[in-house]
Structures are given as C-alpha cells and as structure tokens.
C-alpha cells in the first residue's frame, strides 16, 4: 500500500505559480512512476505530467509544456509539481498518483494509488 497527501494548492491570479507536493508513505516510493492528474468539473481525469523512478525522465500533456515542472525527491518520499503562468483554464483539483514500472504513464488505470486532490483555482 501507498499513502499519497497533496498540498499546496489554492487561489492565485492569471500569470501566478504554485508549487504542488505530494508526500508518499507506505512501500518503496522510488520504485513507483508518479503523476499529476486534474480533473476540473464536469470533465474527465486528465493526465497532466508523469516522472520516472528516478527522476531523469519527464512527460507532459502538450497544454502544460514549458509552464509546469514535475520532479521528485526519493529521499523525502515526495514528488512535486511547479505550476508558472498559470492560465483559468488551468483550475481543477489536481490528483498524485503512483504506477508500477512498466505501465503507459498518461493512463489513468495504470495507477494504483491516488491522494485525495488538491483544489487549484485560477482567477482571471
């Protein structure tokens, strides 16, 4: 079993950061693909950004590129996400998650454990 806890997250204007955490407890975190999903009302679990055990790979949705920064900390049991020039279309509650090795990272059924969500709101 894997505990995942995000926070961080809040209001901020158009153009603003936001920096997401994500503390893990339970099996061996750095043997685990994370991600960043979000989900804003009314629509599907969208996956947002994905980071390899050990951090040397990195993965995007196309709409996120070049703004957001997913990284991770093996040693803190933690992974993060840097949020810059934040857009409206940016809010929703942002999901961590954990996969084993091996699965497609941008699937939402490939992970087995979820936090609970952290709400992001964007103002214009």
């Known amino acids: 079993q894997v505990q995942l806890v995000e926070s961080g997250g809040g209001l901020v204007q158009a153009g603003g950061s936001l920096r997401l955490s994500c503390a893990a407890s339970?099996?061996?975190?750095?043997?685990?693909?994370m991600a960043w999903f979000r989900q804003a009302p009314g629509k599907a679990r969208d996956f947002v950004a994905a980071v390899s055990v050990y951090g040397d790979n990195t993965y995007y949705t196309d709409s996120v590129k070049g703004r957001f920064t997913i990284s991770r900390d093996n040693a803190k049991n933690t992974v993060y996400l840097r949020m810059n020039s934040l857009k409206p279309e940016d809010t929703a509650v942002y999901y961590c998650?954990?996969?084993?090795?091996?699965?497609?990272?941008?699937?939402?059924?490939?992970?087995?454990?979820w936090g609970q969500g952290t709400q992001v709101t964007v103002s214009s």
């Open positions: 998650a954990a996969a084993p090795l091996g699965k497609q990272y941008t699937a939402f059924n490939s992970y087995d454990y």
């Open positions: 339970g099996r061996a975190f750095s043997t685990y693909t």
